[in-house]
């Protein structure tokens, strides 16, 4: 059975940094890209970073580019997501996701989320 | 706002047929890109419900099919339940942007 464990949100101040961590288990880990997704209170869905199978290859959303650094540790099936300069803008439960094992460009499994508040 | 446009809800009565439009552009589902749908009921994560246009993931029930034509997709919700309530999400890849991208989001109600 596919699991994804969020963790690591907090309440943090604005310009603050906080790391997310992703412990994935049901899976080959290393055969699939995995994703953060967030959700502002009451809002929709967006897509802040993915991260190919191997690790070499990584894209952020503008909205993060240079804050937010998605990265993974094959040898601890986890993926991770550090965020730098958080605005209160960042304020969102986080997702995270993997791909398929085909590749494709969706993800077939979600976690729980965790939230990350961004006040002073 | 999205380059993925939803309606922000649909509504229909128990056992009736409802559909869910994504309008997109020549830079994404106009560009040949896949659409996938994701459902996201009341206070839980989402869940994948169409990939690849029209393939249902194992355990959704075949109530729940997709279609993509030109710039444009849709999902149907055949036989209408009260456990279809939530929130419906289509997204696919957007070449101008260089990342993936989700519509608004469309708010299903069951009279």
């Known amino acids: 059975e596919v699991q994804l464990l969020e963790s690591g949100g907090d309440l943090v101040q604005p310009g603050g940094s906080l790391r997310l961590s992703c412990a994935a288990s049901?899976?080959?880990?290393?055969?699939?890209?995995m994703s953060w997704i967030r959700q502002a209170p009451g809002k929709g869905l967006e897509w802040v970073a993915i991260?190919?199978?191997?690790?070499?290859?990584?894209s952020h959303a503008d909205s993060v580019k240079g804050r937010f650094t998605i990265s993974r540790d094959n040898s601890k099936d986890t993926v991770y997501l550090q965020m730098n300069s958080l605005g209160v803008e960042d304020t969102a439960v986080y997702y995270c996701?993997?791909?398929?094992?085909?590749?494709?460009?969706?993800?077939?499994?979600w976690g729980q989320g965790t939230l990350v508040t961004v006040s002073s | 706002q999205s380059v993925l446009t939803q309606p922000p809800s649909v509504s229909g009565a128990p056992g009736q047929r409802v559909t869910i439009s994504c309008s997109g552009s020549?830079?994404?589902?106009?560009?040949?890109?896949?659409v996938h749908w994701y459902q996201q009921l009341p206070g839980a994560a989402p869940r994948l419900v169409i990939h690849?246009?029209?393939h249902r993931p194992s355990g959704v029930p075949d109530r729940f099919s997709g279609s993509k034509s030109g710039t444009s997709a849709s999902l149907a919700i055949t036989g209408l339940q009260a456990a279809d309530e939530g929130d419906y999400y289509c997204?696919?890849?957007?070449?101008?942007?260089?990342?993936?991208?989700f519509g608004d989001g469309t708010a299903v109600f069951v009279l």
């Open positions: 049901g899976f080959r880990f290393s055969n699939c890209s």
């Open positions: 690849g246009n029209d």
């Open positions: 997204q696919s890849y957007d070449s101008d942007l260089i990342h993936y991208v």
């Open positions: 020549s830079s994404n589902i106009g560009a040949g890109y896949d």
């Open positions: 991260i190919t199978g191997d690790g070499d290859v990584t």
């Open positions: 996701a993997k791909g398929p094992i085909t590749g494709d460009d969706y993800v077939d499994y």
